[in-house]
């Protein structure tokens, strides 16, 4: 064997030492520091800063998944399909994090660049957050403290590493202003952006599924056409009369179901269009999914659901 290809077999397996190394690091839990990327498209929102915050934005990696922390600056960030594929369908998709940080990768930028590939104009809305320690040591220990199980009532849900949603809920005005402030951005700019109004929807996972519902419950100005809470909290809720249909994610083993159906039966009884997809397996924060998973298959039922509601068919101008 000549001396070129030692090296080169050499090189290979160096390579592949490395990408093993750092799959491995990635992929068992740890938080890891990132630096904080571009973020080019992303566009501020206006909506003000967060009190006694102390800290600036910072990034980690979990789960070889890019998060951010410490936001007080809430940004909109379009997800255009490719010109003469856009349908004028329009989703604002809020991450998930406990509202103490956001998955960004996983929750926001994946699923928005999946909805931009099937003709759906997203936007991932990157809003305030509640304040963490400020180092990362600090904000490891912090998430990996001792913790009290939410209580079986709460609906807005967060995340295992969390406060109970019933103690958070004291104070969601930044995130809801977030995302009214969103959707009236998109509103303004629906013309440029090639959205249809009438057919502005809202995806969320984990406490962005909570925010999702938030916004449907509370906001006065959000005229959404559709939401998807996805593996968020299952407490019945006081349903609106012009509450929009639902399309509803989450697994058995989430530990968020524990065995309810509050929200779902709400929705039914309110008479207002459900479907609920709950599944074998998946766990929690599953995002587009996981190898091997029963819920691995939610987003291309969320895409019928839509097709078949007629939300991806721009109404007749008559």
């Known amino acids: 064997m000549n001396s070129k290809l030692k090296n080169l077999i050499k090189t290979l397996i160096l390579l592949l030492t490395i990408v093993y190394f750092q799959n491995t690091m990635a992929q068992d839990g740890t938080i890891y520091p990132l630096e904080i990327p571009n973020e080019p498209n992303a566009i501020p929102l206006g909506t003000g800063g967060v009190e006694n915050q102390p800290a600036s934005e910072t990034w980690f990696r979990q789960w070889g998944d890019p998060m951010a922390r410490n936001i007080t600056t809430a940004t909109l960030t379009p997800f255009l399909p490719k010109p003469g594929k856009a349908n004028g ?3 604002i998709v809020a991450p998930g994090g406990g509202f103490r940080w956001l998955s960004l990768g996983n929750e926001g930028w994946e699923v928005a660049e999946a909805l931009a590939e099937k003709g759906i104009t997203a936007f991932v809305l990157k809003y305030r957050l509640h304040p963490t320690p400020e180092s990362l040591d600090d904000f490891s220990a912090w998430m990996n403290r001792p913790r009290t199980p939410a209580p079986s009532s709460d609906t807005s849900d967060s995340s295992s590493n969390s406060e109970p949603i019933s103690r958070l809920q004291r104070d969601l005005s930044n995130q809801l202003e977030d995302a009214e402030a969103a959707y009236k951005m998109i509103i303004n700019r629906a013309e440029e952006w090639g959205v249809d109004t009438n057919r502005i929807g809202m995806i969320g996972f984990s406490a962005g599924a909570g925010l999702t519902m938030h916004s449907t419950l ?3 100005i959000m005229n959404l ?7 968020g909290g299952m407490g019945d809720v006081e ?10 994610v989450i697994a058995v083993d ?5 065995g309810q159906f509050g929200v779902i039966d709400s929705w039914y009884k309110a008479g207002i269009p459900v479907e609920f997809h709950l599944y074998q397996n998946g766990g929690h924060g599953f995002g587009l999914g996981n190898p091997n998973r029963t819920s691995n298959r939610w987003f291309d039922a969320f895409i019928h659901w839509l097709d078949v509601n007629a939300f991806l068919t721009p109404k007749s101008s008559e």
Do not use: Q, W
């Open 239 to 248: 349903v609106p009369k012009d509450a929009p249909p639902m399309f509803n």
């Open 218 to 220: 509370n906001s006065e």
């Open 89 to 91: 369908a329009t989703v």
């Open 225 to 231: 056409a559709f939401i998807g809470p996805i593996y």
């Open 254 to 258: 989430d530990f968020l179901f524990r």
